[in-house]
């Protein structure tokens, strides 16, 4: 009689959690969306940026030398290397917002729509806020919040992008 009440509390408890697995949300990422496009239209948005401002730090010859490598190997397609070596620049450059911005750029082509973001957000938070940097950062937020669903935050994002751009001031 024992054994037989502990079998009917095994398998209640057994089915509740099963039952719970099943409602868990599942993440809201459309499945067809794609990296290839959501990247080009970042970098786009980079070399289109009409800004009279542009922050550009001078790096150490050793970062430049790893990122340089970091983008022959995600050029043979070869991202998680790409993405590793990039990772290994910003421990040396510390806190590079471009190099967080490119892994950003690596992590949306490896479909890693939640991690690029977060990326992208860090990199805009210690950037320049204008120019080129600024575009690319919020046109990531743009794809991958749209990648999520997020219509309010891609609005957001979209709003933001055009804030990079700072025209020239008058000349007299």
Known sequence: ???????IVSLAFLLGACSQAVIAPVETQRP????????AAIRAAGANAQSSVEVKPLRDPAVEGMLRRARDLEAQG???QALEL???AQKVASASPEIMQYEAELLIQMREWKQAEAAAKRSWELG?????????????????????????????????????????????
């Open 32 to 39: 067809d969306r794609d990296p290839g496009a959501a990247l």
């Open 128 to 172: 320049p806020r204008v120019g080129a940097l600024c575009a690319r950062n919020q046109q990531t937020l743009v794809e991958t919040r749209s990648a999520s669903g997020d219509v309010g935050g891609t609005e957001e994002a979209r709003q933001q992008l055009a804030a990079c751009n700072v025209p020239a001031p008058g000349r007299y």
């Open 78 to 80: 070869q991202l998680a």
């Open 86 to 88: 990039a990772r290994d």
């Open 1 to 7: 009689m024992m054994n037989r009440h502990i079998q």
